[in-house]
């Protein structure tokens, strides 16, 4: 591979999808490419509705951070896992000793593997993922068992599920844009581990991120991922209730955005602030009450609630989040605490590479891309994909074939030399292409250029003699 390690992300969302190119630097990671397009209702609820479109969109994203790269070839991606269906589902596994027994690490990963076998996934669903909790044993709770001597030991499970259909429909979507997923993380773990600080991760808080068709809610205690769900509201909601006041799409969104609940003025409109804040209101209501029924169904008792997502940047939301979300302590996330830097030829604002994308990018270790010299070597020795591969060297059989004929030339010039009774020191051409073939750590491409220009200039130095 290359001698930059690149990390392409992809997230897509029920508003937009997004790419970003980043390389590992000392200080955290640096962006080099990003780019974004419109998703037109071919991704609805954070779901791949047209498998067509989204592969000739996510197409047009990857040829875009191509032509950021200078010749650098995307050959797979890392991606977020989110949309209406995905959720998560509590299990327990428990082990009785008749003994006090020492917990060791077998015990351990044989109740993961009793999980995964007894876990009962909902019919259409797959499991993409699963949270270990903390271990009870004989009444104290640890996240490290190893060591211990006890009679009992228990262990939750958060199993994170998603409907098969809609894999399905994003990996079709991906293989019709011939890119690889490279591995998938859920985008609310990857949110929570870059927007909560370190208090908030340990004394439980709800992450709420509220995008364009969904709201998707991780609570987080002690370091570790409670629940997951998603809810099938959003900030269109209210870009629409605009929109049936006879107010055109781009409008509706500066209204919301930009005036925002309770602005006292806010340029010229065809609605009334009054009915603005009435929709607002309203909207914003029943997805924070919506919010709290969920986080009080969780059986957790977390102390924070941070807000992310577009609808968090509505402009005075503060009194909607505190009347509708009581008892706990709100924080808005802003920026994702994570160390980044950007290429200085990238034309794009910090703020709208997504904490989701940052995530990725972060969490990817595998090299996604291609760069030109290693291309150009591949198709050297990869030409004829049929070529039969010599067991012993390695050699592709087109190789072999080169080296025979070259053998077939040197030998029959010896004999010519011999019946003349010329005959002169000169390096060994099948010497040399045998040492090649024994030490192929060079390129085929220069293996093939140094034999042939070896008998070359054999060829011209017999003609010197004859003349």
Same mark, same amino acid.
């Given at each position: ?36 397009? +419109? ?24 040829? /875009? ?10 050959? $797979? ?12 589902? /509590? ?6 000793? +008749? ?11 044989? *109740?993961? #593997? ?30 490290? +068992? ?37 591995? @998938? ?19 439980? @808080? ?9 709201? &998707? ?14 809810? !099938? ?51 914003? *209501? ?21 807000? &992310? ?9 503060? !009194? ?15 920026? +994702?605490?994570?160390?980044? &830097?950007?290429?200085?030829?990238? $034309? ?9 994308? #940052? ?32 067991? /012993? ?11 025979? &004929? ?62």
């Amino acid at each position: 591979m290359g001698t930059k390690n690149y990390i392409v992300a992809l997230e897509l969302g029920s508003s937009k999808v997004s790419g970003a190119v980043a390389v590992e630097n000392y200080d955290g990671i640096n962006v080099i490419a990003y780019t974004s397009e +419109p998703v037109n209702g071919f991704i609805a609820k954070g779901v791949v509705r047209n498998i067509d479109e989204t592969s000739k969109c996510l197409t047009s994203i990857i040829n /875009k951070l191509e032509t950021q790269l200078d010749g650098v070839t995307i050959q $797979k991606a890392y991606v977020a896992l989110a949309g209406l269906s995905i959720q998560s589902i /509590k299990s327990t596994v428990k082990r009785e000793f +008749p003994e006090y027994t020492k917990i060791t690490q077998e015990i351990i990963d044989e *109740m993961g #593997l009793e999980n995964d076998s007894v876990f009962c996934v909902p019919e259409g669903y797959q499991r993409v993922q699963v949270v270990t909790q903390e271990y009870k044993m004989n009444g104290n709770t640890t996240l490290k +068992p190893i060591g211990m001597s006890v009679k009992n030991i228990e262990c939750d499970y958060i199993n994170i599920i998603i409907k098969e259909q809609f894999m399905k429909q994003l990996e079709e979507s991906f293989q019709l844009a011939k890119i690889e997923i490279a591995d @998938s993380f859920t985008a609310a773990r990857i949110n929570a581990e870059q927007l909560l600080n370190n208090d908030e991760k340990r004394d439980g @808080s709800a992450l709420v991120d509220i995008g364009a068709e969904t709201t &998707t809610i991780a609570i987080c205690a002690n370091n570790l991922l409670r629940k997951l769900c998603v809810l !099938p509201l959003g900030g269109a909601n209210i870009t629409r209730d605009l929109q049936a006041e006879h107010v055109s799409q781009s409008d509706a969104e500066t209204l919301k955005i930009h005036a925002g609940y309770k602005a006292e003025r806010f340029g010229e409109s065809t609605i009334s602030s009054e009915l603005r804040d009435n929709i607002i209101g309203a909207r914003m *209501m029943e997805i924070l009450q919506n919010v709290h029924q969920q986080i009080k169904r969780s059986g957790e008792n977390p102390s924070n609630a941070v807000i &992310t997502g577009g609808a968090a940047k509505l402009k005075n939301i503060e !009194p909607l989040l505190n009347e509708n979300l009581p008892g706990l302590k709100i924080r808005i996330a802003t920026e +994702p605490f994570i160390e980044f &830097t950007t290429s200085n030829t990238l $034309k794009v604002r910090r703020e709208e590479i997504s904490a989701t994308l #940052l995530g990725l990018l972060k969490a990817g270790k595998e090299n996604c891309c291609l760069e030109p010299k290693i291309q150009a070597v591949q198709q050297v020795i990869f030409k004829d994909e049929e070529a039969t591969t010599d067991t /012993k060297n390695d050699v592709p059989q087109q190789l072999k074939d080169k080296k025979e &004929t070259l053998k077939e030339t040197a030998q029959t010039k010896e004999k010519e030399e011999k019946k003349s009774g010329k005959t002169k020191k000169k390096p060994s051409l099948i010497s040399i292409f045998d040492g090649w073939t024994d030490s192929f750590k060079k390129t085929a491409k220069d293996f093939v250029d140094n034999a042939t220009k070896e008998e070359d200039d054999y060829i011209a130095d017999d003609e010197d003699d004859k003349n």
